[in-house]
């Protein structure tokens, strides 16, 4: 069984940083295409970044420049460092493992974002 443990969330100030962690268990972890997703209270889930086996990145436009989604195939573990953070980044920030050609998706707990104005 595929798990994901996230960790890094918590309360800062706008401005502020943060550097989210997502580690993965139970299959291999270079096999996965990685992101990480936020679920605002009344709007739907959106993605934020994702990052591909190779390491190529894509990221929504709202944290383009803001954001950076990284990943360490040693260690299992995707990263998404936040710097220059808004009160609208409050979120519950989900990690998402994905088997891209067998369509398959694993997701994580998630950990709670808030941003301070």
């Known amino acids: 069984q595929v798990q994901l443990v996230e960790s890094g969330g918590g309360l800062v100030q706008a401005g502020g940083s943060l550097r989210l962690s997502c580690a993965v268990s139970?299959?291999?972890?270079?096999?996965?295409?990685m992101g990480w997703y936020r679920q605002a209270p009344g709007k739907q889930r959106e993605s934020v970044a994702t990052i591909t086996v190779g390491g190529s990145t894509n990221y929504a436009d709202f944290v383009k420049g803001r954001f950076t989604i990284s990943r360490d195939n040693a260690k299992k573990t995707v990263y998404l460092q936040m710097n220059s953070l808004k009160p609208e980044d409050t979120a519950v920030y989900y990690c998402?493992?994905?088997?891209?050609?067998?369509?398959?998706?694993?997701w994580g707990q998630g950990t709670q974002v808030t941003v301070a104005s």
């Open positions: 139970g299959s291999i972890f270079s096999m996965f295409a």
């Open positions: 998402n493992a994905r088997v891209v050609i067998a369509g398959r998706e694993y």
